[in-house]
């Protein structure tokens, strides 16, 4: 066990544990932050999408020890009051059906957003082809995506 200094969403936190810990477990078991969500644990399908250092990354197959020091924002840290606008047009456009995947499908729509303020059709497939929704509503993502971008423009 080896203690590790790291930032989650916004706050200083340290945790004692094997270098090796996946962060999502770290996430969920140590640090009670549930809504990363474990899905295959290969790093394929993008339910556990967080941010470290402001990229889009799965915290499955990201060790502990390699993100010590950087900044990691979960779900829980993208908005206080579930007013981001990704999140916002996620309930606009009635995007989740049963909504596992939909913490790590906003992760990554929000980092697309922020290096793409203006991105197209192409461009949202292609940021989001790795995310899996075993519902289907990639139609609805991508629309919800399109309304986010617009409103973060207009802001």
């Known amino acids: 066990m080896a203690s590790f200094l790291i930032y989650i969403n916004g706050e200083k936190r340290q945790v004692k544990v094997d270098g090796?810990?996946?962060?999502?477990?770290?996430?969920?078991?140590?640090?009670?932050?549930?809504?990363?969500k474990y899905g295959c644990g290969r790093g394929l399908c993008g339910a556990c999408t967080v941010h470290i250092d402001g990229e889009a990354k799965r915290s499955c197959i990201t060790a502990i020890e390699n993100v010590a020091g950087s900044d990691i924002t979960t779900i829980e840290g993208l908005s206080k009051d579930g007013n981001h606008p990704v999140q916002k047009a996620w309930v606009a456009e009635d995007v989740p059906q049963c909504g596992y995947?939909?913490?790590?499908?906003?992760?990554?729509?929000?980092?697309?957003?922020?290096?793409?303020p203006d991105p197209d059709?192409?461009?949202?497939?292609?940021?989001?082809k790795m995310n899996i929704c075993?519902?289907?509503?990639?139609n609805r993502i991508r629309k919800g995506i399109i309304k986010a971008a617009k409103e973060m423009k207009n802001a």
């Not at 995947?101 to 793409?116: D, P």
């Not at 059709?121 to 989001?128: C, G, H, L, P, T």
């Not at 075993?134 to 990639?138: F, H, K, L």
């Open 20 to 36: 090796n810990t996946p962060l999502l477990w770290v996430l969920r078991d140590n640090l009670k932050l549930t809504g990363t």
């Open 101 to 116: 995947c939909q913490s790590g499908q906003i992760m990554t729509a929000v980092a697309l957003l922020s290096r793409n």
């Open 134 to 138: 075993r519902c289907g509503t990639y």
């Open 121 to 128: 059709e192409d461009d949202i497939n292609s940021a989001m």
